[in-house]
């Protein structure tokens, strides 16, 4: 398959507006997979996990992109190179995506635990709630308060670079060169044991990692520079609403149409300050153009987020039985089901369609506004957030029963 996915980008000081880190990130999956936002107390797998909220494909337990209570934020993005990303199943980039959110409550600390384990687990298995077998290595762009992190890997082997200030988008395609802060330790005497570097010219892990030609990644390629010139142009002036229009953006790709879609997207106001809370807003519906992006804060008492969930079938779901995928069940949430209806709406009647469109708009700025004041002054009313994110599932299911 070609390299369709995913575009992630982070904007920190001094390119946004006010001393706060912008994250987004659309994911581009299936255009009949459905994408469920969920919240994750409570796993038993270390003495002590943090607080997740996540976007992720309804079928699998990992995620492509999420935020945890200490604002750090990780998207992934798939990436080919010239090691073979066939193999037994382990790790998805998905579950590590996840595991770092968990386990990790600064950026830094999130390249160590999923390359950790990467080490000791692998990555490796279908990425597709089907038999197609598409597989992949992956990239993870990761934010907390004061910095980011560009991880790429290659099967095993990995480099990270510290982002300090700025901005950084990726898309699928490696773009760590010659700045590395953190690597695998045997990293440079694989590539010179396969013959992909000489051990004399700058190491330089783009190069080396990548295919020998570019064909392969032209499409990704094109979409990582459109992305950046979006960047470059609200240099200085980044906002949350800045991200959500560039996620929204179709003529460059990033906003992707067509078999592979963007089914979800998230954009992530993280301010510096730790006493400010950070806000992250998610859609939990396909093309950002035609969704409502919606806050959740972080809170005591959250609960799960039912109206953007999708049905549990247990023991029963066929990604659980071997041989896999030999089905497919309704994976859809209520939240996915008016908004398709109403999606149906917006592409076949242009003036009823235009009207839907405005009132949606309305609601997020509405939204944005609100959210703009706690994150400048703090929060004064908790009880009122504990149930933000589902409050507002709830108006835009009611925008859409008026429609």
Same mark, same amino acid.
């Given at each position: 398959?070609?390299? !369709?996915?995913? =575009?992630?980008?982070? @904007?920190?000081?001094?390119?946004?507006?006010?001393?706060?880190?912008?994250?987004?990130?659309?994911?581009?999956?299936?255009? =009949?997979?459905?994408? %469920?936002?969920?919240?994750?107390?409570?796993?038993?797998?270390?003495? +002590? #996990?943090?607080?997740?909220?996540?976007?992720?494909?309804?079928?699998?337990?990992?995620?492509?992109?999420?935020?945890?209570?200490? *604002?750090?934020?990780?998207?992934?993005?798939?990436?080919?190179?010239?090691?073979?990303?066939? *193999?037994?199943?382990?790790?998805?980039?998905?579950?590590?995506?996840? !595991?770092?959110?968990?386990? @990790?409550?600064?950026?830094?600390?999130?390249?160590?635990?999923?390359?950790? !384990?990467?080490?000791?687990?692998?990555? *490796? *298995?279908?990425?597709?709630?089907?038999?197609?077998?598409?597989? $992949?290595?992956?990239?993870?762009?990761?934010?907390?308060?004061?910095?980011?992190?560009?991880?790429?890997?290659?099967?095993?082997?990995?480099?990270?670079?510290?982002?300090?200030?700025?901005?950084?988008?990726?898309?699928?395609?490696?773009?760590?060169?010659?700045?590395?802060?953190?690597? +695998?330790? %045997?990293?440079? =005497?694989?590539?010179?044991?396969?013959?992909?570097?000489?051990?004399?010219?700058?190491?330089?892990?783009? #190069?080396?990692?990548?295919?020998?030609?570019?064909?392969?990644?032209?499409?990704?390629?094109?979409?990582?520079?459109?992305?950046?010139? &979006?960047? %470059?142009?609200?240099?200085?002036?980044?906002? @949350?609403?800045? /991200?959500?229009?560039? &996620?929204?953006?179709?003529?460059?790709?990033?906003? /992707? %149409?067509?078999?592979?879609?963007?089914?979800?997207? /998230?954009?992530?106001?993280?301010?510096?300050?730790?006493? !400010?809370?950070?806000?992250?807003?998610?859609?939990?519906?396909? =093309?950002?153009?035609?969704?409502?992006?919606?806050?959740?804060?972080?809170?005591?008492?959250?609960?799960?987020?039912?109206?953007?969930?999708?049905?549990? $079938?247990?023991?029963?779901?066929?990604?659980?039985?071997?041989?896999?995928?030999?089905?497919?069940?309704?994976?859809?949430?209520?939240?996915?089901?008016? +908004?398709? &209806?109403?999606? @149906?709406?917006?592409?076949?009647?242009?003036?009823?369609?235009?009207?839907?469109?405005?009132?949606?708009?309305?609601?997020?700025?509405?939204?944005?506004?609100?959210?703009?004041?706690?994150?400048?002054?703090?929060? #004064?009313?908790?009880? +009122?957030?504990?149930?933000?994110?589902?409050?507002?599932?709830?108006?835009? /299911?009611?925008?859409?029963?008026?429609?």
């Amino acid at each position: 398959m070609k390299p !369709l996915s995913c =575009d992630t980008f982070v @904007a920190l000081p001094p390119s946004t507006v006010g001393q706060r880190i912008i994250f987004g990130k659309n994911s581009d999956r299936p255009c =009949d997979e459905v994408q %469920e936002v969920c919240t994750y107390i409570d796993i038993d797998q270390v003495p +002590h #996990t943090h607080a997740v909220v996540l976007s992720k494909p309804a079928w699998l337990w990992g995620a492509e992109m999420g935020a945890n209570e200490h *604002g750090v934020c990780i998207g992934n993005e798939a990436v080919w190179g010239r090691e073979s990303a066939d *193999g037994e199943e382990a790790l998805l980039g998905m579950d590590l995506v996840r !595991l770092g959110l968990e386990r @990790a409550d600064t950026a830094e600390k999130a390249v160590d635990v999923i390359t950790e !384990l990467l080490q000791k687990y692998g990555q *490796g *298995g279908s990425c597709l709630e089907d038999e197609t077998g598409f597989t $992949y290595h992956n990239s993870f762009l990761i934010s907390d308060r004061k910095e980011a992190w560009l991880l790429e890997t290659s099967a095993n082997y990995w480099a990270a670079e510290r982002v300090e200030s700025g901005y950084r988008n990726i898309s699928n395609q490696y773009g760590i060169t010659t700045k590395i802060d953190k690597e +695998h330790p %045997e990293m440079r =005497d694989y590539a010179r044991s396969k013959g992909w570097w000489n051990g004399k010219t700058p190491f330089n892990f783009a #190069t080396v990692y990548s295919y020998l030609t570019t064909a392969r990644i032209e499409a990704s390629g094109s979409r990582y520079c459109e992305g950046k010139m &979006l960047l %470059e142009k609200n240099n200085g002036s980044i906002t @949350a609403e800045t /991200m959500i229009t560039i &996620l929204r953006d179709k003529d460059s790709g990033i906003n /992707m %149409e067509g078999m592979f879609m963007s089914t979800g997207s /998230m954009v992530s106001v993280v301010p510096t300050d730790p006493a !400010l809370p950070a806000v992250h807003y998610f859609t939990a519906t396909p =093309d950002p153009e035609r969704s409502v992006f919606k806050p959740f804060i972080f809170m005591d008492g959250t609960g799960q987020i039912k109206e953007t969930c999708s049905p549990n $079938y247990g023991a029963d779901d066929p990604v659980k039985k071997k041989p896999r995928f030999q089905s497919k069940p309704d994976r859809k949430h209520k939240l996915f089901v008016k +908004h398709e &209806l109403v999606s @149906a709406i917006i592409e076949s009647n242009k003036e009823r369609g235009q009207k839907i469109t405005k009132s949606m708009r309305g609601l997020e700025k509405n939204k944005i506004d609100q959210m703009e004041t706690i994150v400048s002054a703090g929060i #004064t009313e908790p009880d +009122h957030l504990v149930n933000l994110f589902s409050n507002c599932v709830q108006e835009e /299911m009611a925008l859409y029963e008026k429609s």
